[in-house]
């Protein structure tokens, strides 16, 4: 199959294409019980998400089949470094576990090198295990646990390192950091991103 990886502007496809294959693509994620906000978000809600940010896009060259699609924001953390936040990766249900995830990601990373990015952060729901899964593969590690709000599931943070080395290479702080967060997490916050009424009251009083 000649697969065709490019920026959402560069291909032949619209904003309404895309959220359309992200909406089929989360059916898997919806039929599991798991609340991805972007399986209900609007063209509008996408288009205003990203408007700072690239989308990509992979389709088959012969067909002119809308096959995956990923997106990432590039920001600056507090030490000045330069990193990608990578979301919304979708691969269309006919071609699921061919590779398109991949190369969505192959594509992202070069474009993040280019402008500089040392490293690279994205989430996923704990029980999304073909995603998770999916990260461990491609070199992702976990570094952290959250409860994002307007979803209904705790997620695991992942990072992959792009230029030179960190400290989040060693297992010991990465594996420190994580139990925090996680014991964090659960004590304060529902899998639904609310604060447990206890710390809200506390909130209120201070
Ligand atoms: C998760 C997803 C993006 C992976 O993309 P893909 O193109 O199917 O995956 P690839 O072919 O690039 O990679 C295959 C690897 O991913 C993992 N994987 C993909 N599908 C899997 C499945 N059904 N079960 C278990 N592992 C799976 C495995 O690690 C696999 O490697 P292996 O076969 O050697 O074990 C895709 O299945 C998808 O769109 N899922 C629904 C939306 C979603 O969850 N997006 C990610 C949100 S962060």
Not at 169 to 186: A, E, N
Request: aromatic share 14%.
């Amino acid at each position: 199959m000649g697969c065709c990886i490019c920026l959402l502007e560069e291909s032949p496809f619209s904003y309404e294409d895309v959220v359309e294959l992200i909406h089929l693509s989360f059916k898997e994620r919806i039929n599991q019980g798991l609340h991805f906000t972007c399986s209900y978000m609007s063209v509008e809600q996408f288009q205003a998400k990203m408007n700072d940010g690239l989308v990509i896009v992979a389709y088959n060259k012969e067909s002119g089949q809308l096959l995956g699609t990923a997106s990432t924001h590039i920001y600056v953390d507090n030490c000045n470094h330069t990193y990608g936040y990578n979301e919304y990766l979708a691969v269309h249900p006919s071609v699921k576990h061919c590779g398109i995830g991949t190369l969505l990601l192959n594509k992202r990373l070069c474009i993040l090198q280019e402008r500089g990015a040392e490293y690279v952060i994205s989430d996923t729901a704990v029980g999304a295990k073909s995603s998770v899964k999916w990260h461990l593969k491609n070199g992702f590690v976990i570094y952290g646990y959250r409860s994002f709000s307007g979803t209904n599931y705790y997620s695991y943070l992942f990072r992959k390192q792009l230029i030179g080395r960190s400290k989040w290479d060693i297992w010991l702080y990465r594996g420190i950091h994580f139990l925090v967060s996680f014991i964090k997490t659960r004590i304060k916050y529902t899998r639904t991103g609310r604060e447990r009424r206890f710390f809200s009251l506390i909130n209120k009083l201070i």
